[in-house]
C-alpha cells in the first residue's frame, strides 16, 4: 500500500451568478498554484446584499491536493 499525504487550504470564491460557479471559480484560481488537486469540500455560502438585492454568491472550500 502506498502512504499519501494530503493538505488541505480554505478558499472562497464569488460569482455574480451561483454558488456553483464560485466554487468553480475557487477550484480554477488554485489549479493555477496547486497541483493534484483532489477534493473540494463545500463548507459555508452565503451572499453580498445590496440595497435588498443580492450582487455576490460565496462559497468557502476546503480543497485538497496531494502532497509531493
Known amino acids: ?7 488541505v ?10 454558488w456553483e460557479k464560485a466554487a468553480e471559480n475557487a477550484v480554477q484560481e488554485a489549479a493555477k498554484s496547486y497541483a493534484d488537486l483532489r477534493v473540494a469540500e463545500v463548507v459555508e ?9 443580492i450582487i455576490a454568491f460565496r462559497t468557502k472550500l ?5 502532497q509531493g
Open 1 to 7: 500500500m502506498n502512504d499519501r499525504v494530503y493538505q
Open 45 to 53: 455560502m452565503d451572499v453580498l446584499v445590496e440595497a435588498g438585492a
Open 62 to 66: 476546503r480543497l485538497s491536493f496531494k
Open 9 to 18: 487550504i480554505e478558499l472562497i470564491g464569488s460569482s455574480s451568478e451561483s
